[in-house]
């Protein structure tokens, strides 16, 4: 169908609700946890963000629902804000738990280097854990592998025990 065979759109339609791959009706963002609430927790667009430790030096931060275009943003501000907030001097580390992230896109591998850029420039790291094998692949064909300590689960990245999975 050509611009000049289509039928124009009838006033007042509204257009299409974006969905989310389990089919729940996208809203709007999602108010954040009341300031200095004790759970450290955020929530946006069904991405929840929460400070699931914090030790001297290190925070677990578990990341729960899928990453992409609308929640990619949030997630990189929130790493950087937690990282900023980190008790102790010298090196600071945060360690995302994704073990409840069943989708992971392009915008959220920009979120998590730009997050890493910002971190590592004040001296900071990312480490990965609980990375589903889909987004290790995409992970390792990306090359972010060796941009990111990957392990198996959070205890593995706060005891130091398995080799992460970063070359170079």
């Not at 007042?12 to 759970?39: F, M, N, T, W």
């Not at 929460?50 to 030096?57: D, P």
């Not at 060796?146 to 999975?165: K, W």
Request: with cysteine; hydrophobic share 45%.
């Amino acid at each position: 169908m050509t611009e000049e065979t289509r039928r124009p759109g009838r006033p007042g339609r509204r257009p299409p609700e974006v969905r989310c791959r389990a089919g729940a009706v996208q809203a709007a963002a999602v108010p954040d946890a009341a300031p200095g609430a004790a759970s450290g927790a955020h929530a946006c667009d069904g991405l929840r963000i929460e400070t699931a430790r914090v030790g001297v030096g290190t925070a677990v931060v578990a990341v729960a629902g899928e990453i992409d275009l609308r929640t990619a943003g949030p997630l990189r501000d929130r790493l950087v804000e937690m990282h900023g907030r980190l008790p102790g001097a010298g090196p600071r580390r945060l360690v995302a738990d994704f073990a409840a992230v069943p989708f992971c896109d392009a915008a959220g591998l920009g979120a998590l280097v730009a997050a890493h850029n910002q971190i590592s420039a004040d001296g900071g790291e990312i480490a990965l854990a609980g990375v589903r094998p889909a987004q290790l692949r995409l992970l390792m064909i990306t090359g972010l592998h060796r941009l990111f300590a990957i392990h198996r689960d959070v205890e593995a990245a706060l005891s130091g025990q398995d080799s992460p999975t970063r070359s170079g």
